[in-house]
């Protein structure tokens, strides 16, 4: 069985620190073998007898739909066997949300996925980062780096959010949203 993993950011060390690049954050804790491809960053792996295949979409968070869907056909991942990870600033920092399919809430990557995929039928991993931010100052603040303190909690941060998306591909979605949503 096929999956593919796919965390939301955008690329190069400009953004690298930033709380809109969880999602790349996220996937790279499940492998350090990436290379680049066309569309994204790629890894593969293996987790409890399923091939995983994750992705970086290098065309920029607003445009992950083409990365997603290029995947998706080339790796013949069925969309039931698609989660995406992504920053959340609805959710406090540290939240993690999984849902089966659901809005895009407002974000753009989600909304290019949704559009280029035939709908929101797919899974998601929502990763709060608080949402310490003045109204109107939503894109200054997702593009910003980790406070001090945050950057103290993020391992921890990261490596609940990866143990998620493997639990995803064992375990499915529901046994994953009983366990992780919290």
Request: proline share 3%.
């Amino acid at each position: 069985m096929k999956y593919l993993i796919v965390g939301l950011g955008n690329p190069g060390p400009k953004y690298a620190d930033t709380r809109h690049n969880v999602g790349f954050r996220v996937v790279e804790q499940l492998s350090t073998d990436w290379h680049s491809d066309t569309h994204g960053d790629i890894a593969r792996i293996k987790h409890r007898g399923k091939l995983v295949t994750l992705l970086k979409p290098t065309t920029y968070m607003n445009l992950s739909g083409k990365a997603v869907r290029y995947w998706l056909q080339a790796e013949n991942v069925p969309k039931e066997n698609l989660l995406v990870v992504m920053d959340d600033l609805h959710l406090d920092f540290g939240r993690l949300r999984l849902r089966g399919k659901g809005s895009a809430a407002g974000h753009n990557g989600l909304k290019d996925i949704d559009q280029l995929t035939g709908g929101n039928n797919y899974a998601r991993l929502r990763v709060g980062i608080g949402k310490d931010f003045h109204p109107g100052q939503q894109a200054d603040y997702v593009l910003s780096e980790w406070t001090a303190d945050e950057r103290t909690e993020l391992p921890a941060l990261l490596k609940d959010a990866s143990d998620a998306c493997l639990s995803f591909c064992a375990h499915g979605l529901s046994n994953t949203m009983s366990a992780f949503n919290r």
